[in-house]
């Protein structure tokens, strides 16, 4: 059974930073696509960023994918060994504000689009940025 648990989100003043957390059990995480997906309130599931399983166990993770809104504040990388995945969200605007979550497979190609649903998913973490 896959499940995700994800965790680090809360409430931070715009311009702040955050790192969420994501634990993944159930499935090969070592060779297994990644991606952060949000939804804001009163909206659809948004594509955040996506990383690729990389080389192995042993490997820190491959290429990265940003969607444009977030790129070069946002950093995701993952840990194969511990079956993890991370998103380092910094300089955090107001129009951050969703719950985040993390789930298997590269969804880069909804950019733009929303999201019906996901294949799979956590509970999410709550981000909100607000003075």
């Known amino acids: 059974e896959v499940q995700l648990v994800e965790s680090g989100g809360g409430l931070v003043q715009p311009g702040g930073s955050l790192r969420l957390s994501c634990a993944a059990s159930?499935?090969?995480?070592?060779?297994?696509?990644m991606s952060w997906v949000r939804q804001a309130p009163g909206k659809g599931l948004e594509w955040v960023s996506s990383?690729?399983?990389?080389?192995?166990?042993?490997?820190?993770?491959?290429?990265?994918r940003y969607t444009d809104s977030v790129e070069g504040r946002f950093t995701i990388s993952r840990d194969n060994l511990k079956n993890r995945l991370y998103l380092r969200m910094n300089s955090l605007k107001p129009e951050d504000t969703a719950v985040y979550y993390c789930t298997p497979r590269d969804y880069s190609g909804y950019e733009g689009q929303v999201i019906d649903d996901l294949d799979y998913r956590g509970q999410g973490t709550q981000v909100t940025v607000s003075s």
């Open positions: 990383i690729n399983s990389g080389g192995g166990i042993n490997s820190g993770g491959g290429d990265t």
């Open positions: 159930g499935f090969t995480f070592s060779s297994t696509a």
